[in-house]
């Protein structure tokens, strides 16, 4: 029998550049790199990945065709905001016109957080442990310093955020980082509110601290119940004070009114 000449494809070798490509898209959406981020320079890129720099510089170029860095001429190579600039730019302006919708954000925090927290305790690793503890110990010190309410949200974030690293679960970490200006602010609202109220401080550092605790047990449950109570405790005090202040509010109101 007459063997038929068989038909081939040619197996094409990919381009380094798209491997390159491929590797940063990782980074990013592993959060190696976040929005905002100024990436190492070429020379450091390229020995990092053992190429040459103009493999690297094709690829980068490609990520910026993408709209996923943004080159600054003189200042280096950046990770585009514009992801997170489309999803919270509007609910900032829904927040500065409707106060009230910062306790809609708690809700949807006891959602995103609750899941971090559950996730972290499946599949945290020591190093993700070590990095949490660090978080509070940093929250810890800057309570403790003169640090600027601004200063103080970014460590309680910076915590959040590592316990979104921690669950291991690239979908939360990018809602969490497209959130995070959001989330800061909602932050940075809470710490003002919670500064009027007495100890409020103290049982919050302790919800955090027994939280941190679940999820180095692997207790994802536990973990995942100690972020809703340490949620659902920073909502009572807000209203609180809401309420206190409606209360002052009423008590001027009636004395300006008495003084007529």
């Known amino acids: ?120 305790a499946v599949r945290g690793t020591e190093t993700d442990d070590e990095q949490l503890a660090q978080c509070i110990d940093s929250i810890g010190q800057v309570e403790l310093s003169e640090a600027t309410l601004t200063e103080h949200a970014n460590a309680v974030m910076a915590f959040h955020l590592k316990m979104a690293e921690a669950s291991h679960n690239v979908v939360v970490l990018q809602v969490m980082l497209c959130l995070k200006p959001l989330l800061q602010q909602n932050i940075e609202e809470n710490l003002t509110q919670m500064m009027l109220r007495e100890d409020a401080q103290r049982h919050v550092a302790e919800h955090r601290r027994h939280l941190l605790a679940m999820i180095v047990e692997r207790k994802p449950e536990l973990a995942r119940q100690a972020s809703h109570e340490h949620l659902a405790y920073i909502e009572e005090a807000m209203l609180d004070v809401s309420r206190e202040t409606t209360r002052v509010e009423r008590s001027l109101r009636r004395v300006r009114s008495s003084n007529k």
């Open 1 to 120: 029998m007459t063997r038929t000449s068989a038909s081939f494809n040619v197996v094409k070798q990919p381009r380094l550049a798209d491997a390159i490509v491929d590797e940063l898209e990782r980074m990013l959406i592993e959060g190696v790199f976040v929005p905002g981020e100024k990436l190492p320079s070429e020379r450091e890129l390229a020995a990092q990945f053992n190429v040459s720099r103009p493999s690297l510089r094709e690829a980068i170029q490609k990520l910026e065709a993408k709209g996923l860095l943004i080159r600054k001429q003189g200042g280096g190579t950046f990770v585009s905001e514009s992801s997170w600039e489309s999803v919270a730019e509007p609910l900032f302006q829904l927040m500065a016109h409707h106060p009230e919708s910062q306790f809609d954000l708690l809700e949807f925090r006891h959602a995103l957080e609750g899941i971090c927290a559950y996730y972290a």
